[in-house]
């Protein structure tokens, strides 16, 4: 007999809450112990929803013991929460054999190949990392009044060029037009914007909408972001281990 024939909704719930309530005391044990710099500004209840939302994403993929759980929280604070839905990071799930060619998921998904890949890609991010002045100054280059994707796209390479050297333009184009419009419809100007998502080409497509580093749309609107922000916020990344 399954629980949704002898349980209410509400019922249903709580059970359920009660037992992944020792999964996720361990889950978020394990983030703050080996990402401390990346979570050390959380509050608990922020930290407990990175947990749940990469418990649920991770059992999309089909994962379901505690081991497969704990390990897919690797990427997604190296990658970014909701990373398999980063439109930037969709030749790296088709490298580690996780989706194919249309995007679509392949079956049973392995951690051994996906950690390659995302190592190499957290060395590339180093790269473009260990220059921050650089990195600060390609981040405040001036844009044009009206700002259109090459002015964008030139901002992007200028910051990473390590990082963006193999992503394809359309990736790359269709990562823009989908992070312009979520950030815009925040309430973000168009110049911050294109900035901030200079920013989330290194720390994820939901940086500062989600859970992570929660300060950046905000420190955006209200006028407070700048390459020291952006800066601050990728090397928690860089400095977790």
């Known amino acids: 007999m399954r629980l949704n024939q002898i349980m209410s909704a509400d019922g249903q719930e709580a059970y359920l809450a009660e037992r992944r309530a020792p999964y996720f005391a361990k889950a978020e044990k394990y983030l703050a112990t080996h990402f401390a710099p990346l979570c050390a500004p959380l509050q608990p209840p922020t930290l407990r929803a990175v947990v749940e939302s990469a418990f649920h994403d991770a059992r999309t993929w089909g994962f379901r013991t505690e081991r497969e759980l704990l390990r897919y929280l690797i990427p997604t604070a190296l990658l970014g929460e909701g990373f398999a839905g ?3 990071l969709r030749p790296l799930l088709r ?3 996780w989706i194919n060619a249309q995007d679509r998921p392949l079956r049973s998904p392995g951690f051994p190949r996906l950690f390659d890949v995302v190592d190499m890609w ?3 991010r180093r790269r473009d990392l260990d220059a921050p002045d650089r990195f600060a100054t390609a981040l405040s280059t ?3 009044a009206q700002i259109a994707y090459p002015d964008a796209q030139r901002l992007f390479r200028a910051c990473w060029p390590n990082l963006l050297q193999n992503i394809p333009p359309d990736v790359l184009r269709r990562f823009a037009d989908t992070g ?18 200079a920013v989330q080409v290194g720390a994820g497509h939901r940086a500062g909408r989600a859970n992570f580093h929660p300060d950046l749309c905000a420190a955006a609107r209200e006028g407070r972001f700048d390459a020291t922000a952006g800066l601050a916020a990728l090397t928690s990344m860089e400095t977790s281990s």
């Not at 979520?182 to 900035?195: E, F, M, T, Y």
């Open 86 to 88: 980063d439109p930037l």
């Open 95 to 97: 490298a580690a054999f």
């Open 122 to 124: 957290h060395r590339r």
């Open 142 to 144: 001036p844009l044009p």
């Open 180 to 197: 312009l419009k979520a950030l815009q419809s925040d309430g973000i100007g168009l110049d911050v914007a294109v900035r901030l998502l």
